[in-house]
């Protein structure tokens, strides 16, 4: 599928191209799933196209933990049922719904934005950690890190052990029931909940 190719109509090329942008998806991937939307009924591709421009009016970032929202606070952030005092610090708004769905984890999250990462250029102030600070310790008394078990991500959860320690709060870590170089969006729920409740201090 590429641009120069005269009986693909622009339309067709700039869906393609706004595709093969997305994660795990190149313009091979992208080119079959336009044709499969374009082969199928039409208010499907409207109903498609109606869901995105609804989320990107209504979605955004939560002020407080960084989750992806309508609502600002968030559910979680204000839900009388959840923890004040567990803080899980994961990466990813997607590692949240992760977490979520194990369905053993009651507390409440701060979204870091990304890993740290000296090679793609991703400092201390690229990632929401100062944000992280400011809600320690306050009723927070365990923070719980969440970083995915790949280099980044233990780089991620290195530095904040030592940003976190002066704090006064119990800093705990996921165990490593998950496989090391993966990350939490493929661990399935089982495992995950057991990670969790098998955390230990560091």
Do not use: W
């Amino acid at each position: 599928m590429r641009k120069q190719e005269p009986f693909i109509s622009g339309s067709l090329q700039r869906l393609v191209a706004e595709l093969a942008k997305l994660p795990g998806i190149g313009p091979r991937s992208a080119g079959r799933l336009v044709y499969h939307l374009l082969k199928g009924e039409r208010k499907r591709i409207q109903a498609l196209a109606e869901a995105l421009a609804q989320v990107a009016e209504r979605v955004r970032e939560c002020s407080v933990c960084g989750n992806f929202t309508e609502e600002d606070p968030c559910r979680i952030c204000t839900g009388a049922d959840r923890d004040p005092g567990l803080l899980c610090v994961v990466e990813q708004p997607f590692d949240v719904l992760v977490i979520e769905k194990a369905g053993s984890f009651r507390g409440r999250y701060h979204v870091l934005g990304g890993a740290l990462s000296p090679i793609n250029g991703v400092g201390p102030e690229d990632l929401r950690i100062e944000a992280l600070l400011k809600r320690l310790p306050g009723e927070v008394r365990e923070v719980i890190l969440a970083t995915n078990p790949n280099v980044e991500g233990e780089t991620t959860s290195l530095y904040l052990q030592k940003k976190l320690r002066p704090l006064g709060v119990r800093v705990t870590k996921i165990a490593r029931g998950l496989p090391i170089g993966s990350d939490l969006e493929y661990a399935d729920e089982v495992t995950l909940a057991q990670a969790l409740e098998g955390r230990v201090e560091i």
